[in-house]
Nanobody, 112 residues
């Protein structure tokens, strides 16, 4: 069974930065894609960023140039560096394992 420990969420002012971390256990981490999704109140869950086993990435248009996803296969970790945060980035952010497992989510609130 795949288990997650997510951290790094919180309250930040517009223009600020946060770094989300996701520690994964119970899976052969390096061969699977990993991703971050988010869900704002009243909205569907949406892909934010994804990183494949070879290191290639893709991003939602709304976060391109501001967010960076990365992974450390030696530590079974995936990260999301979020810069220039906007109020519309406010959501619960979920770590996603490529075979279909989800983390518990971490709240990100961007507000002055």
């Amino acid at each position: 069974q795949v288990q997650f420990v997510e951290s790094g969420g919180g309250l930040v002012q517009p223009g600020g930065s946060l770094r989300l971390s996701c520690a994964v256990s119970g899976s052969i981490f390096s061969i699977y894609s990993m991703g971050w999704y988010r869900q704002a109140p009243g909205k569907q869950r949406e892909l934010v960023a994804r990183i494949f086993s070879g290191g290639s990435t893709n991003y939602a248009d709304s976060v391109k140039g501001r967010f960076t996803i990365s992974r450390d296969n030696a530590k079974n970790m995936v990260y999301l560096q979020m810069n220039n945060l906007k109020p519309e980035d406010t959501a619960v952010y979920f770590c996603y394992h490529g075979v279909g497992y989800w983390g518990q989510g971490t709240q990100v609130t961007v507000s002055s």
